[in-house]
């Protein structure tokens, strides 16, 4: 029998498809966006809580209420992406891998955005006329992880205490969005609480559950993100009010292919960037959740 081993062939995929990832930013339309210049920014001067005088007797002289003022600022930050497509390889793969890669690109840049907005929910911001002045995230708007029991996960009970604290701020919670942000374990933690998943404590008018991911109780809404960092074994999650953080886009997330004319061949080159900065506009528009991770 003749054998046609010899005349086997090997036939490859020529679909393309981007490996599991968070594809691009989660948090950006969350927070508020501004486009600036510059070598810093001031996205916001604020004017601080003055008290009316009661007049106690006729033709009185004034007296200055002596507002105090501030100013925050946001700095860019320069992220960079770059790949190269050897003209050896595309003689050699059966389908193009220019457009997967810019693909891959931008993903990685929309993370490296929520990346500098979980930086900048309890970092220290930069604040006064010329942004010399260093404001640290203050422990009194902080809940330990320890409420709802020690050590414990993301809980109704935190969920409050976040929410208390914001309403004990004065945050004007009618008119501005409260956001969570939450990673799988957090969620998970969460999809336990019976007050979560029972139509008897939502109302069964506006289900918070949607496909079987929290969207929004108690008037906070949910955003899921990987990304959260951990201090010590407690995951960081952020409960805070829209207006409370700022992103600052110096230059937008930009792609682009073209030839390395330094290189032999002149093999294809995708690269890519984004320049942006976050800051917290005030810390009382900001609470810090700690949560057990394990």
Same mark, same amino acid.
């Given at each position: 029998?003749?054998?046609? @081993?010899?005349?086997?062939? #090997?036939?490859?995929?020529?679909?393309?498809? $981007?490996?599991? *990832? *968070?594809?691009?930013?989660?948090?950006? =339309?969350?927070?508020?966006?501004?486009?600036?210049? /510059?070598?810093?920014?001031?996205?916001?001067? *604020?004017?601080?809580?003055?008290?009316?005088?009661?007049?106690?007797? +006729?033709?009185?002289?004034?007296?200055?209420? =002596?507002?105090?003022?501030?100013?925050? %600022?946001?700095?860019?930050?320069?992220?960079? %992406? @770059?790949?190269?497509?050897?003209?050896?390889?595309?003689?050699?793969?059966?389908?193009?891998? *220019?457009?997967?890669?810019?693909?891959?690109?931008?993903?990685?840049?929309?993370?490296? #955005?929520?990346?500098?907005?979980? +930086?900048?929910?309890?970092?220290?911001?930069?604040?006064?006329?010329?942004?010399?002045?260093?404001?640290?995230?203050?422990?009194?708007?902080?809940?330990?992880?320890?409420?709802?029991?020690? &050590?414990?996960? $993301?809980?109704?009970?935190?969920?409050?205490?976040?929410?208390?604290?914001?309403?004990?701020?004065?945050?004007?919670?009618?008119?501005?969005?409260?956001?969570?942000?939450?990673?799988?374990?957090?969620?998970? &933690?969460?999809?336990?609480?019976?007050?979560?998943?029972?139509?008897?404590? =939502?109302?069964?008018?506006?289900?918070?559950?949607?496909?079987?991911?929290?969207?929004?109780?108690?008037?906070?809404?949910?955003?899921?993100?990987?990304?959260?960092?951990?201090?010590? &074994? =407690?995951?960081?999650?952020?409960?805070?009010?829209?207006?409370?953080?700022?992103?600052?886009? %110096?230059?937008?997330?930009?792609?682009?292919?073209?030839?390395?004319?330094?290189?032999?061949?002149?093999?294809?080159?995708?690269?890519?960037?984004?320049?942006? /900065?976050?800051?917290?506009?005030?810390?009382?528009?900001?609470?810090?959740?700690?949560?057990?991770?394990?």
């Amino acid at each position: 029998m003749t054998d046609f @081993s010899g005349h086997y062939r #090997i036939e490859f995929a020529k679909t393309a498809s $981007l490996l599991l *990832q *968070q594809r691009g930013s989660k948090l950006r =339309n969350h927070v508020m966006v501004g486009a600036h210049k /510059g070598e810093g920014a001031s996205p916001v001067d *604020q004017y601080g809580v003055t008290e009316a005088r009661e007049r106690t007797g +006729r033709a009185v002289p004034k007296e200055s209420s =002596n507002t105090p003022v501030d100013r925050r %600022w946001a700095y860019p930050r320069f992220f960079d %992406w @770059s790949d190269i497509i050897d003209n050896i390889d595309l003689l050699q793969t059966a389908s193009d891998p *220019q457009n997967p890669l810019v693909q891959a690109c931008t993903a990685s840049l929309g993370r490296r #955005i929520d990346d500098e907005i979980i +930086r900048a929910f309890f970092a220290d911001a930069r604040t006064g006329k010329q942004g010399g002045t260093t404001t640290s995230f203050p422990n009194g708007q902080q809940v330990s992880a320890d409420v709802g029991g020690a &050590a414990s996960k $993301l809980s109704v009970l935190k969920l409050r205490a976040a929410k208390k604290l914001l309403m004990a701020n004065e945050v004007d919670l009618a008119s501005d969005q409260v956001i969570c942000v939450v990673n799988s374990t957090q969620h998970d &933690a969460l999809l336990g609480e019976m007050q979560i998943t029972s139509a008897d404590y =939502n109302g069964g008018d506006k289900p918070v559950l949607k496909d079987g991911i929290i969207t929004r109780f108690l008037g906070i809404d949910f955003v899921h993100c990987e990304r959260l960092t951990l201090s010590g &074994a =407690n995951r960081r999650v952020p409960i805070y009010a829209k207006s409370g953080m700022h992103l600052g886009v %110096w230059s937008d997330v930009t792609t682009d292919i073209g030839p390395r004319r330094d290189l032999e061949g002149n093999p294809m080159e995708v690269t890519g960037s984004v320049t942006v /900065g976050a800051t917290r506009t005030e810390e009382k528009k900001v609470v810090e959740v700690l949560c057990a991770e394990s």
